[in-house]
């Protein structure tokens, strides 16, 4: 019998540590030992059977950094000892979306740690070496995992179309909202109002940078952030993605504006299309990041944007996760992680 390691398994109504057998490299993989797990909103939503492409049982963890153990004769980057990050997409490489620099977009995508054989919350994982990031020297664990939940991010506002010099609004100031509006602010938005049902959170965006806030329940809560604004949106980011935040991003949205779709729906919505047409107004959907965003995000973290400090704001050993789940799920929290 092989080597046997620890991996966390999410189940309905469970969320376990079990034995499992320790995964060996292929030619082209990597085998990492986990240091830092996050705990991402899909992960939770996909434990409360609300993830609308994570189906149970299934193996968490894709904001993941670890130490590179072992290599595969093919490996060619990569050596024992560095440390590295997951770009957890695991494209075909094959087909039309991989063949024109959207491989985030794959038509046979899949997913490490989201519905996938493997997740980073586990003593070891393997994966090719392309899905992996060397760490710089001058980031430590914590810093490099935030590296992943702030690609996403970048990319929403790379594909936005930019928001250099333009008046941006965040719907939810949870952990994506707060790492839209560090990217945004890198990016060079002019004005950024960030809204929130939860005072607690409306008042760590006023600390991390946003210029204004509003209660997201406000029955004038449209007319409010537009007197904060002091105009009509450019860009909304709607990192909730339910009825009410789609029809308030729409609503704020200038004419010839952009409606970014950054978290994640648990169910369809409808579209005022009158609207949409008559004040060609853009609803862009974005999907997860690719490596040029992975790079950038790490820009960011060097550079003080994002820091550690402000965003892990609780630790859990591995065989406290679902302890861990429970505290994410909770919504007080920025970000959770588990530990070895």
Not at 124 to 137: K, M, Q, Y
Request: charged share 20%; aromatic share 4%; net charge negative.
């Amino acid at each position: 019998m092989g080597a046997i390691m620890r991996r966390v398994v999410v189940r309905v109504g469970e969320i376990v540590l079990e034995d499992a057998p320790k995964p060996v490299p292929l030619p082209g993989e990597v085998l990492v030992e986990t240091r830092v797990t996050g705990v991402c909103g899909s992960d939770t939503h996909a434990a409360h059977g609300r993830h609308p492409f994570v189906p149970l049982p299934y193996y968490p963890g894709h904001e993941v950094v670890g130490i590179v153990r072992e290599v595969g004769r093919a490996v060619t980057g990569l050596v024992p000892g560095d440390r590295v990050t997951a770009e957890p997409t695991l494209p075909c490489w094959e087909c039309k979306m991989c063949m024109t620099g959207r491989s985030n977009l794959c038509e046979n995508l899949r997913f490490f740690g989201c519905g996938y054989e493997q997740g980073g919350m586990a003593d070891f994982f393997t994966l090719p070496e392309n899905r992996l990031h060397r760490i710089p020297d001058d980031l430590d664990d914590f810093q490099a995992a935030l590296i992943e939940p702030l690609a996403t991010p970048v990319h929403a506002v790379r594909i936005s179309g930019g928001v250099a010099g333009l008046a941006v609004v965040i719907i939810g100031a949870g952990t994506i909202g707060l790492l839209v509006l560090a990217a945004a602010r890198h990016a060079g938005a002019t004005t950024i109002i960030m809204t929130d049902l939860i005072a607690s959170k409306r008042e760590r965006a006023l600390r991390l940078g946003a210029d204004a806030v509003v209660d997201a329940s406000l029955p004038d809560a449209v007319s409010a952030i537009r007197d904060r604004l002091g105009e009509s949106a450019d860009v909304v980011f709607d990192c909730v993605a339910v009825q009410s935040t789609v029809d308030q991003a729409i609503a704020l949205a200038t004419k010839a504006g952009t409606v970014v779709i950054v978290g994640v729906p648990a169910s369809a919505v409808t579209v005022p299309l009158p609207q949409i047409q008559d004040r060609q107004l853009r609803i862009q959907g974005s999907a997860t990041y690719l490596p040029d965003d992975y790079e950038r995000a790490i820009a960011i973290i060097r550079s003080g944007g994002v820091t550690a400090e402000d965003f892990i704001t609780r630790r859990f050993p591995l065989e406290r996760v679902a302890e861990a789940f429970a505290t994410s799920a909770g919504g007080e929290e920025v970000k959770v992680v588990l530990t070895r």
